[in-house]
């Protein structure tokens, strides 16, 4: 079997960590300089697992800031949610540097279909569906608000059997 990891040199994870850091203790960073962290994140992705999540706010900072007045060297404040994901990146991204791929079997595998009239899903066997989680909350959303959340999928089909 064959499998292959990619992963930042610590050189460049040190450079993320500095220049994440850097933003967080500014408290009026020019939008060239949040755009210019914004850059090693994306740089990044391939890489970190989960940091794709962890850059929008930041993103949504720049992008408004720039909507208003299309000049990089102005002052913007970041809003708690940007610094949030900047500190999530500064704790997880030496522990997330690595992703593999290869011939790995899936430690699980979830099947799942989705329509205007509902949804079901089925994992080593046991199922889940619209109709049994609308019943308790009313919403067909919960998959993918619990793996908004941070969930893995097994963790996510835990969720959902102790509420059947």
Not at 73 to 101: G, H, T, Y
Not at 120 to 141: H, P, R
Request: charged fraction near 20%.
């Amino acid at each position: 079997m064959i499998s292959m990891t990619l992963l930042l040199p610590d050189e460049k994870v040190d450079k993320i960590l500095c220049a994440c850091q850097n933003l967080l203790t500014c408290v009026n960073p020019s939008v060239r300089e949040v755009a210019h962290v914004i850059g090693l994140l994306v740089s990044a992705f391939p890489a970190v697992n989960f940091l794709k999540l962890h850059y929008r706010s930041i993103e949504l900072c720049k992008s408004q800031a720039l909507s208003v007045n299309p000049d990089f060297d102005q002052k913007i404040q970041l809003d708690p949610c940007a610094r949030s994901d900047l500190r999530w990146v500064n704790e997880n991204i030496s522990q997330l540097n690595r992703f593999m791929f290869g011939n790995r079997p899936a430690d699980v595998s979830i099947e799942c279909n989705a329509s205007l009239a509902g949804w079901g899903a089925v994992c080593n066997g046991q199922t889940a569906s619209a109709v049994d989680v609308l019943s308790k909350f009313g919403q067909q959303q919960l998959v993918m608000v619990n793996y908004a959340r941070g969930f893995n999928q097994s963790e996510t089909v835990k969720y959902l059997n102790e509420y059947k």
